[in-house]
Each structure stands twice: as C-alpha cells, then as structure tokens.
C-alpha cells in the first residue's frame, strides 16, 4: 500500500468517525439563558405593552459588563444574569435627545443551578427568582412573571413606567 493511498483511507476513517463521534441529539439548540423584560405603561386605565423613545443604556453594577448599549425605541429586553452571585444589580441608564439623563435601578435576588442535560453537553445555569425591587425614577412598579430563568424565551419580568400624562 503506498503513502498516498493509506493517506486517503486514513482521512477518509478520520472523516467518518468526526462525523459519528459530533453527536448533538441530546444538547439543546437554545442553549441560551437569558431574563426577559417587557415594558407596559398605563393608557386609559388598561396596562398596554411600551416603547421606549429615550436612549437605553444597561449596565451590571460592581462590573465593567454593559449589557444594553444605547439601544433606542425598545419595548423589550433580553439580559443574561450572573453564574454565581445570589443578587444582581443592573443600571438602567435613559437618555433624552434633550440631553436630560435618569437613572433606575433593578435588584434581583435569585438561586442559581447548574442544569445537566447529558454527558456531551456543557453545563448550564438556570435561574430561580426570589425577589426584585427597583428605584421609582421611572420605573413605576417591577413584577415577577415567570420566576424559572432557563431555555424557554418567555417574559420573566414587567417593568412598568410611570405615564406622562
């Protein structure tokens, strides 16, 4: 057998057995954890979905991380939370194009747990929430709307902003 023909049946093997050895039926597509935020205003005495008309910022206190970079015209946030500190802090940071700056800030108080799917799969963390609470610059009230924090992109929480009218 020459070289060049062992070669090719070498890669060949090689080829195959990635193939059979990459097996990703047990892992999840959606691996991605992250807490939803929705944002509802009052309007005619019925709570209705918002959107933000003033700049967003997002930043995790006690970090340099920023989550949200001046994100404009949203009515909806997707943050993931920390791996291992039981309470996360996050600024929420709004700018005006009149150049008047507010801040909030939101405090989440969770249990985190690493989830195991199988043994080809990294490990995961979800998130329990236990408790939330904000500043009242604009945010009116924040509300827990689904505590379980995993795979599933459902909302988690709705902020509500004080109306202007």
């Known amino acids: ?18 193939f059979v050895s990459c097996n990703e039926a047990g892992c999840p597509l959606n691996n991605t954890v992250v807490a939803e935020f929705n944002f509802y205003q009052m309007a005619d005495g019925q709570l209705q979905k918002a959107r933000l008309t003033d700049t967003l910022t997002v930043t995790a206190v006690g970090t340099d991380s920023i989550l949200i970079n001046r994100d404009l015209g949203v009515s909806e946030l997707q943050i993931p939370l ?11 940071r709004y700018a005006s194009n009149r150049g008047t700056v507010i801040y909030d800030t939101i405090i989440i108080q969770k249990e985190s747990y690493q989830n195991f799917e199988a043994p080809e799969c990294p490990t995961v963390t979800f998130h329990n929430i236990k408790a939330i609470k904000s500043t009242h ?8 709307v689904n505590p379980n924090i995993n795979y599933n992109a459902t909302e988690n929480f709705k902020i509500v902003f004080y109306t202007t009218e």
């Open 1 to 18: 057998m020459s070289i060049k023909h062992f070669m090719s049946v070498w890669s060949a093997g090689l080829l195959c057995s990635a």
């Open 82 to 92: 920390s791996y291992a500190r039981p309470t996360d802090t996050l600024s929420f």
């Open 137 to 144: 610059q604009y945010i009116d009230t924040v509300q827990i």
